[in-house]
């Protein structure tokens, strides 16, 4: 995902990198600045489609996890 950043403001945080890999899947995100745009590379992988029940808190751990990255914030702020 790209977003353009306004004119007369600048990037002052970034997300850090993240990742977390699990049996049950995987999920990397990396931001970064190029130019006046914000790139965001976001990569989801999941194993089998079946989970079984004993299963169920892991995935609702690794989800957690997943959620909270794709929640980061870029901060921008005015130049000068």
Do not use: W
Not at 4 to 21: C, H, K, M, Q, W
Not at 25 to 32: K, N, V, W
Not at 49 to 63: C, Q, R
């Amino acid at each position: 995902v790209e977003v353009t950043i306004p004119e007369g403001f600048e990037v002052d945080e970034l997300p850090a990198p993240f990742t977390v890999r699990h049996a049950l899947g995987s999920f990397r995100l990396e931001c970064q600045v190029k130019g006046s745009r914000v790139i965001f590379e976001r990569s989801l992988r999941l194993g089998s489609g079946v989970v079984p029940p004993e299963e169920y808190p892991a995935l609702l751990e690794f989800m957690g996890r997943v959620g909270g990255a794709e929640n980061a914030m870029v901060t921008l702020v005015r130049k000068g």
